[in-house]
């Protein structure tokens, strides 16, 4: 019998996405937002036209969280969402070429996530394979290194930034702002991160902005270093409010600090276990500006108020139930749909179809609407590459 190893699990992969709703949504937008991105990017009248573009991860984690819900007990996080974008892109545009790179401070994850990725490096179809680089470093160290690489090769990038607490510090993000080959940057801003404490601080978040920023000496330190000083940030609140509804105006400010950028919004995450949470996105395009809103108003319905919209986990439930009746065979994407032995249309059999391919199901040809059923479901690399004494 295989040893238990939930003592090397990352604390993403013990806790039920199900009950962290702003981590829900955070992958929910990540994903609709990654591969609208790249398309943009690739379709763009540009001169000379996008090769390559990089999806950055700075606190990627171990690359999935664990889930009651979805069929294999977890969820893909947003390393691996991105090596999966990076793959459908390269399929979709045989001219593009797509950069994966993840960073995390602690090995035993960059380890894990090792394993995750395998699929993406080792593949014998050359548009599935994908250029991922992990490592186990400091973002901050980091963050130069990669943002050179992107600028070398006059490719644009999309960062992701989401730290536990506020650990960003203004002097290495704002190195973002670049011309016209730079990043677009989300960054995911814990308010809460103040505090490394979380019953202390969901205990702060309705009292008094003032007993909070000005009475707490280790708030205001890490405020100073996330806003790049005291100035940026001292005058903002209303006063007479609480902490925790002067977060819009801090997510504001924040935003701000980052003006090359022509677009800076913000917005909040919907609340869960008393969590404080602003998206900040950050970019030079009015499409990019507008597709991420949209993104962000489809991902605050999932679940049971998603309607038609399916998320994740009810894709991945459908992609299991036809690879149970068609495996070994190849169908479309019309057949499933006049055949009728799921209650969906077009667009929903087309995104589970996606989903299928990506939970090693079968391969799916998007271009020609094609979809070949594995006969043996592919293993999990997390389970195939395993070595427990990365964890030790």
């Known amino acids: 019998m295989r040893p238990s190893y939930e003592s090397a699990k990352h604390t993403d992969e013990l806790r039920v996405i199900e009950d962290h709703a702003q981590t829900a949504q955070k992958l929910s937008f990540y994903r609709g937002y990654a591969g609208a991105w790249g398309n943009i990017l690739a379709l763009a009248k540009l001169d000379p036209p996008v090769k390559d573009i990089f999806f950055v991860d700075t606190h990627s984690g171990a690359g999935r969280h664990g889930s009651r819900e979805h069929p294999d007990g977890a969820v893909l996080g947003t390393p691996l969402i991105a090596c999966h974008e990076a793959r459908r892109l390269q399929r979709r545009y045989p001219k593009l070429t797509v950069?994966?790179?993840a960073v995390d401070n602690d090995k035993r994850w960059i380890a894990r996530l090792l394993q995750g990725v395998q699929p993406f490096?080792?593949?014998?179809h050359e548009r599935d394979r994908?250029?991922?680089?992990?490592?186990?470093?400091?973002?901050?160290?980091?963050?130069?290194?990669?943002?050179?690489e992107a600028t070398r090769a006059k490719a644009p990038s999309l960062w992701l930034l989401d730290p536990y607490g506020l650990q960003i510090p203004y002097?290495?993000?704002?190195?973002?702002?670049?011309p016209r080959w730079g990043p677009e940057v989300i960054i995911n801003l814990d308010m809460l991160g103040m505090w490394r404490v979380d019953a202390a601080a969901r205990a702060k978040v309705d009292e008094n902005v003032d007993a909070v920023t000005l009475g707490d000496y280790d708030a205001q330190s890490c405020l100073n270093e996330l806003f790049g000083g005291r100035e940026h940030w001292e005058n903002i609140a209303d006063r007479s409010l609480t902490f925790r509804d002067n977060a819009p105006r801090f997510a504001a400010a924040y935003a701000e600090r980052f003006p090359g950028f022509t677009y800076r919004s913000h917005y909040p995450l919907r609340a869960s276990h008393g969590q404080l949470r602003h998206i900040v996105h950050l970019c030079h395009s009015d499409s990019g500006k507008e597709k991420f809103y949209g993104e962000y108003l489809r991902s605050q319905d999932f679940g049971i108020l998603a309607g038609r919209h399916l998320d994740g986990v009810a894709k991945a439930h459908a992609a299991q139930r036809y690879w149970l009746s068609y495996a070994g065979e190849p169908t479309s994407v019309d057949q499933l749909y006049e055949e009728g032995t799921q209650p969906w249309d077009k667009g929903q059999i087309r995104s589970i179809c996606t989903t299928a391919d990506e939970e090693r199901y079968a391969r799916y040809d998007e271009g020609e609407g094609v979809i070949e059923w594995f006969k043996v479901r592919g293993e999990d690399p997390t389970e195939q590459f395993y070595q427990p004494t990365l964890f030790n």
């Open 121 to 124: 490096l080792l593949t014998t």
């Open 99 to 101: 950069h994966v790179r």
């Open 130 to 148: 994908v250029d991922v680089k992990l490592y186990p470093e400091r973002f901050e160290d980091m963050l130069p290194v990669l943002l050179d």
């Open 171 to 178: 002097s290495v993000v704002s190195q973002l702002q670049t």
